[in-house]
């Protein structure tokens, strides 16, 4: 069974304070993982797609990797605005997608 | 201009009572997707349509049925709805099949009493 498993479930930082969010996962056959940002009330914003082991993506204060067996999100000196949740989802070969439970981050002024 | 837009925002129901929720994507999609999130903000797709054709159906009560006239357009209607239905349900739509990225609507909150 295809699982995703992400961590920490909450995290909260002082505004610059660089960290990182981790996305397991144990699927049979990767075709891609997704981030998404998730703000309260609204639905999820993709950010970045990576499909092979070794691949990084960055935009602004974020930056995704991949292993084979993981994924992070690393966030560079984080401002209140990167508040949100933060979700990953990977899809298999065979075409199903299964989402993790998410990261909520709480950046302080 | 909404890309993914859904309506309505809010449904505050009773037990038993048949409801449907609307969503349009006006993005040019071949591909849209019911997906329901929980209070624990866990993300489960439902149905996925593509050119109106069911392409995915996942272990979902046959209580809710998706409905999809065209594809900028996916309805879901939900018959006797039960207290475990209450949840966030987001509408998306994606260029084509899994392997795009997904463009959500801003979802709406069922609460079932």
């Known amino acids: 069974e295809d699982q995703v498993t992400q961590s920490p479930e909450a995290l909260r930082l002082q505004e610059g304070e660089s960290s990182s969010l981790n996305c397991s996962y144990t699927v049979s056959g990767l075709r891609g993982l997704f981030w998404y940002r998730q703000d309260p009330g609204k639905g999820p914003e993709f950010l970045f797609t990576?499909?092979?082991a070794g691949e990084e993506k960055e935009k602004e204060r974020l930056k995704a990797t991949l292993t084979k067996k993981e994924s992070f999100l690393h966030i560079t000196a984080p401002k209140p605005e990167d508040s949100a949740t933060y979700l990953c989802?990977?899809?298999?070969?065979?075409?199903?997608?299964?989402f993790g439970d998410g990261t909520t981050l709480t950046v302080k002024p | 201009d909404t890309a993914v837009s859904q309506t309505p925002k809010y449904l505050v129901t009773q037990m038993g009572n048949d409801k449907s929720i609307k969503c349009e994507q006006n993005l040019g999609h071949d591909t849209m997707y019911w997906y329901k999130q929980d209070s624990k903000k866990f993300l489960k797709i439902m149905f996925s349509y593509n050119n109106k054709e069911l392409i995915i159906n996942e272990t979902v009560p046959n209580r809710f049925s998706p409905k999809s006239p065209d594809k900028a357009h996916l309805n879901l209607h939900i018959n006797s709805l039960e207290l475990g239905d209450s949840a966030v349900y987001f509408c998306?739509?994606?260029?084509?099949?899994?392997?795009?990225?997904?463009?959500f609507g801003s979802g709406t909150q069922l609460s079932v009493l």
């Open positions: 989802a990977v899809v298999t070969n065979a075409g199903k997608s299964t």
């Open positions: 990576l499909y092979s």
């Open positions: 998306a739509s994606s260029l084509s099949g899994h392997n795009e990225k997904l463009f």
